[in-house]
């Protein structure tokens, strides 16, 4: 597609259940990126790609949190045990390689709420 | 660790009113600075970036300018418009802390602009 597909957009589960959500990049973009918007909150940094490497984990929240990447593709975001305080927005987006000059172009978000 | 701080809304204004989102951020290098915006039921899309101090970015009648010395970059438009409304985002990239490499934004700024 032309833009960042994720999917779903809504997510609905049940606490302590496992979520997985998935970003689609632009055709072509070696960076990937998952970011975290809770309600009145900023945009939370949660990890990036680097082709399917993920050079840097710490901004993961806990080990409940997992991402992976099939080669320069679709992306994959796990929860494992969901609480309550994940339910957000969780957004991705792609650049065409990681820098800091680099615009990110991003999805319309997957919106989570755990119940 | 790096950060954004921007004049929380939401903002109210009447059409072709003169704007001004403030933001200033904390970083530990030379960061490079974007606005990012996300119209209702859209998702965030870049609106003007600067990657140097003294640098102006400017589009669709938004314009900011990266002041180093005030560590700051305010968003202006001389007549705003009702499609104007939407939440706005500060954000810089830094790689020079050699941590992760996502932008780290501000909570953003509701705009609400009546006719």
């Known amino acids: 597609g032309a833009g960042v597909s994720q999917s779903p957009s809504n997510k609905v589960t049940e606490k302590g259940k496992d979520v997985e959500l998935r970003c689609d990049p632009i055709?072509?973009?070696?960076?990937l990126y998952w970011y975290r918007q809770r309600l009145g909150q900023g945009l939370e940094f949660l990890i990036y790609?680097?082709?399917?490497?993920?050079?840097?984990k710490s901004g993961l929240p806990s080990d409940r949190f997992s991402a992976e990447r099939t080669g320069e593709s679709v992306s994959t975001l796990t929860i494992q045990r969901t609480q309550q305080e994940d339910s957000a927005v969780y957004l991705c987006?792609?650049?065409?390689?990681?820098?800091?000059?680099?615009?990110?172009?991003f999805g319309a978000g997957t919106r989570l709420s755990v119940l | 660790g790096d950060s954004v701080t921007q004049m929380e809304g939401p903002v109210t204004l009447s059409e072709e009113a003169f704007l001004t989102i403030n933001c200033t951020y904390t970083a530990t290098g030379y960061p490079s600075l974007f606005w990012y915006v996300q119209y209702p039921g859209e998702g965030l899309q870049l609106l003007l970036k600067?990657?140097?101090?003294?640098d102006k970015g400017s589009n669709k009648g938004f314009e900011a300018t990266y002041r180093k010395e005030t560590t700051s970059f305010h968003l202006e438009k001389g007549s705003v418009q009702v499609s104007d409304s939407a939440v706005y985002f500060c954000a810089l990239s830094d790689y020079s802390g050699g941590g992760a490499d996502g932008l780290t934004f501000g909570k953003g700024t509701h705009l609400i602009i009546q006719p």
């Open positions: 790609f680097q082709g399917n490497s993920a050079p840097d």
């Open positions: 600067a990657t140097k101090a003294d």
């Open positions: 055709s072509g973009h070696t960076a």
């Open positions: 987006a792609s650049s065409p390689w990681a820098g800091q000059r680099n615009i990110q172009y």
